[in-house]
């Protein structure tokens, strides 16, 4: 039979640890690129704002991007 549900309740270990890696893989490479545009690597904390994630990157998208490198010539 099955416990008491509230003795069920709360996050345990493995909780932790799949969320410690979905902060890893998730979040490290979005900072990654963000710091290589110029902006703050800590802006990638918007990623978890449902809404606002969205419109982060939309406005990122159509944002201008400094230049790295050399253009070619025409």
Excluded: C, K
């Excluded at 902060?23 to 703050?40: A, H, N, T």
């Excluded at 969205?54 to 159509?62: D, E, K, P, R, V």
């Amino acid at each position: 039979m099955m416990g008491y549900w509230p003795d069920m309740a709360g996050y345990g270990f493995g909780h932790w640890l799949v969320f410690i890696v979905f902060i890893v893989v998730f979040i490290y490479p979005i900072g990654r690129i963000l710091g290589r545009i110029g902006l703050s690597p800590l802006w990638s904390i918007l990623a978890f704002i449902p809404i606002v994630n969205l419109i982060a990157l939309w406005i990122l998208a159509f944002a201008e991007w400094p230049q790295s490198g050399s253009r070619p010539s025409t």
